[in-house]
């Protein structure tokens, strides 16, 4: 069978909770890109992911006013199985703090997406570092783009790490491409960055910063549904982890981050 | 017949090795039937000596592997020299690393390497995707350029984890009817999707990238992928690198 799809023996209790810390919904016209949260919730059904968070693919307030409306009716139509990360524009000032501490307080966002290749807003400029310090105020995580292109990279953002040590930072895709190394390097260099596996096409590099950084360190994410959970889910058990470091990444990490935001 | 479009074999200057009995070991483990080998790059950077290994191999598994020779377009007659004794050894088509030999695969510096290429029928393989020297649109130059030349780019021709790359990639193959992509490492898998059902299942091969690359999340990249039609995913498996890279 080519195409495998989940099945009860994927959802028994012994098997370890799946929680895809990097999806997406968002209708992106330009690009042609349409990401429906009931085509998350498909997907994440395909993979026996529990739990999702999801997040816009352009920024609030602008170029979308009502990013973060959309990203909180998409939770509130599949109530239990998506949680939601706010996608700010650093450049906003105080507007943009307040949009956080809206999404937070009142529309129960769990974390802060910061994808600088759209913003051009560096990753330890002032108003970047203002948004951390406010999601890091709710014990409230933030997930950086983290690949190959300028403002991104591993280096980059540990600039933020390095300025905010109370903030837990999260590299999405742990680098990337070519910047892999440099992600576990900069992980190992500060205690609050964490990475997160989506995209990322090297199995050995997930063991690889499991054994270096701990596999407390290390999040399951797919950048679904346009990328496979299915096939990122496969990609961790590549790795080859022991039971408890792979429930850990998994889900265990990214649950104890969720329950965790105040 | 699943054929694996991209494999290498030796021993890399940056830390990768790979003997034929591993590649063959790991073919057999995905049910892999045939694969096109190609050196890595050697840390003597002597790659006549890493042609000879990868043709050694295929005569040692005839039935399983097909070679294609590796050169270095900046060393001008050398390398094309080299082309015509990789022939002689076996070889049938080319490999070109833009990143690991330094060079811009739009410049003038590959012209002869691609005149031999299209002296002799030979396909070419282009390490694409690498920023300043193989994006999309600099092996669709290339493409255009020789287009009489199959050309196969690896990585989707395109290397970005923010799928920036993917638009170039996609008028690359747009223009260039003789440029083809190999799925190796792809972001995403509906950027392979979209490519077949808009431009054909006959325009994407898979790839393992071995030992680079996982082998085995490669093959299910493909195998799992939801949105190929049954018979594009049975040509991208490999019927299009029978076709366009075996004979």
Redesign the interface.
Known sequence: M???RHTASDMRPDRPVIVDSHLHVDHVPA?GWSLEAAECIRRMDEAGIAKGIVMSIVDAPEVNPGALELVAEACAAFPGRLEAYARIHPWYGDDAVALLERAITELGFKGLKL?P?TTIAHPAGEDTLRLIRAAAAHAAPTLF?C???PLTTPLAIARAAAACPEATIVLG?MG???HVDEAIAVAERHENLLLETS??????KIREAVGRLGPERVLYGS?GP???P??EV??VR?AALDPLAEELVLGGNAQRMLEAVV | MIVDSLTFLGVSLFGRRASAPELIAAMDELGVDRAVVCPLKPADYRLEAANDTVADAVRAHRTRLVGFARVDPWLGEGAVAEIERALTLGLRGLFLHPWEETFCVAAPVVDPVLEAAQRHRLPVIVASGYPWLSEGLQVADLARRFPDVTIVATNGAQINISGLGQLDAELALTSCPNLHIQTTGVYREDFLEGVASRLGGERVLFASGFPFFDPRLELRRVQWAPGFAAEAREQILGGNAARLLLH
Do not use: R
């Open positions: 080519l195409f495998p690009l994808h290749v783009h690949g190959d292109e895709h990337g491409y070519f995209a990322m096409p090297f199995p050995a950048d346009a990328c496979s299915l096939l496969e990609k590549l």
